[in-house]
């Protein structure tokens, strides 16, 4: 869904059009007030602002479907009424039984329609026996070819595209029928989609004429273009159970919105030159509907993530310091409102991961140690806060002479005077390297562990600084025991 999105904002931005986001709300089983909420809420996000729809309005409202039953009602009527759409009786058996016949005979499937020229007689007994009727779209029997915009020239025989329904026996309205009109009374011009639409393209084709010749929109026949599948693991077609399409994942592990539309531009168009990195504005500017592909394209989380930290490294230390702050919040490593003090150890520690981190999550993982609140300490900014703790996993990877090296180091900076991220390198260095004659993985990862708890982290010395010399020594003292 957000890729289609996607290219539909890049070509209306592209060619100074307008961006019109409708909500497709008609199934009341699926479709909720979460829902509906939680979808603004994910293309706000995003940043893929619309021009006309929910929240924002325009000349062609509402802009949720299930806010225009009447006006699909009375659109079904006028088909009927002018004879481009008929009643249909068929029961789900009988419907069955046409398609059991039509396998054994071996012929094209579809509708054989049976109710098309229905007597009045006919009406009065299927009426009589208490049968409810659909509406059924009548196909006008020729071939349909249209210019697609992603893949050319197609071109569907009439033999397979039969008639087809558009209003189910209950009264309830498909998509066959609310889309195409919506389409029509709106205005649509240009509708890129997904291919698993292609095959509908003939039937939507045959409906907006009828719908012009009712007087249903403007007569403006939209154009098409279909977008190439996208697929997942072992090749197949990536469906929404995928953990890869949920966008809430990407949310919840810290990915930028600038990251994932830019690793989702690339997933079936090419803004050229080998040139796998730029902005919004910048695909817009650039976005030709005939640069994409009609191939399938691979989605690639390890590509996604590693886009996702060309961004991370892209923005300015201050704003990843403003979008890593919730996810320490979240996490309880700060307080729902930090103090000035903790935000200005965030902004000291930002320039120690930004290199590292490839999502927000991992960044707070890197930097929680700094503002978890150490045993025997708590006030009313750390109370609540997430404690401090070693990894235990790391333990064991540990050998023999870790006591020593942290005893050795904390007696050695327990007297530096000078608690700066130059002074306690120097001083490490003595202490561990020269004076145990152990080398730097050995002598630094027990203090690191101890320190941060666990042996990746941000650059020791600035870390040990940035935590200050009683936290420091304090956790260096109490790692002795692990």
């Known amino acids: ?61 509402p802009y949720r479907q299930s806010e225009r039953m009447d006006i699909y009602k009375d659109v079904a009527a006028k088909l009927v009424a002018g004879g481009y759409a008929y009643h249909c009786y068929c029961t789900p058996e009988e419907l069955e039984e046409q398609r059991e016949a039509q396998r054994a005979a071996n012929t094209t499937p579809g509708y054989n329609g049976r109710c098309r020229e229905l007597s009045a007689d ?65 205005g649509i011009t240009h509708v890129l989609r997904g291919e698993d639409l292609l095959s509908s393209t003939p039937r939507q084709l045959a409906l907006h004429a009828a719908l012009a010749a009712v007087g249903v929109g403007s007569g403006v026949m939209p154009q098409f273009g279909h977008l190439p599948y996208v697929m997942g693991e072992g090749n197949k077609k990536l469906s929404k159970r995928d953990p890869e399409s949920s966008l809430l994942m990407y949310r919840t592990e810290g990915f930028l919105p600038e990251g994932l539309l830019n690793y989702l531009a690339l997933l079936g168009w090419s803004i050229g030159d080998d040139n796998e990195f730029f902005s919004m504005e910048e695909m817009a500017k650039a976005f030709e509907v005939t640069r994409v592909s009609a191939n399938p394209a691979r989605f690639d989380l390890k590509k996604c993530t590693a886009i996702n930290g060309d961004w991370i490294r892209a923005i300015t230390e201050e704003d990843l310091g403003n979008r890593i702050l919730p996810y320490l919040i979240s996490d ?151």
Do not use: C
Not at 360 to 368: H, I, T, V
């Open 122 to 186: 006919d009406v009065a007994a299927f009426e009589a026996a208490g049968r409810k009727a659909a509406v059924r779209f009548r196909m006008p029997g020729t071939d349909h070819t249209w210019n697609d915009l992603v893949r050319g020239e197609l071109s569907f025989a009439a033999e397979h595209v039969p008639d087809y329904v558009l209003v189910r026996a209950t009264g309830e309205p498909l998509y066959t029928l609310v889309n195409p009109t919506d389409d029509a009374l709106m």
């Open 332 to 482: 309880g490593f700060l307080p729902e409102v930090p103090t000035a003090a903790q935000k200005q150890v965030l902004a000291a520690a930002i320039p120690l991961v930004q290199s590292r981190m490839e999502t927000l999550r991992q960044g707070a993982a890197m930097l929680g140690f700094l503002f978890a609140k150490d045993a025997g300490i708590e006030s009313d900014v750390t109370a609540g806060m997430a404690a401090f703790k070693i990894d235990e996993s790391e333990v064991a990877n540990l050998n023999d002479d870790t006591d020593a090296v942290l005893a050795a180091a904390a007696s050695a900076l327990e007297n530096l005077s000078d608690w700066s991220t130059a002074a306690i390198e120097a001083t490490l260095r003595e202490a561990l390297i020269d004076g145990l004659g152990l080398k730097p993985k050995f002598a630094f990862g027990p203090v690191r562990l101890a320190t941060a708890g666990r042996r990746v982290s941000p650059p020791l010395f600035e870390s040990l600084e940035l935590l200050g010399r009683e936290r420091s020594l304090s956790r260096i003292r109490a790692g002795i025991r692990f």
């Open 1 to 61: 869904m957000v890729r289609t999105a996607l290219f539909n904002w890049a070509y209306a931005r592209h060619t100074g059009g307008t961006f019109v986001f409708r909500i497709e709300d008609t199934d009341a089983a699926r479709d909720s007030e979460e829902s509906y909420h939680q979808l603004l809420d994910s293309l706000r996000w995003l940043g893929l602002t619309w021009d006309e729809g929910p929240e924002v309005g325009g000349p062609h409202g």
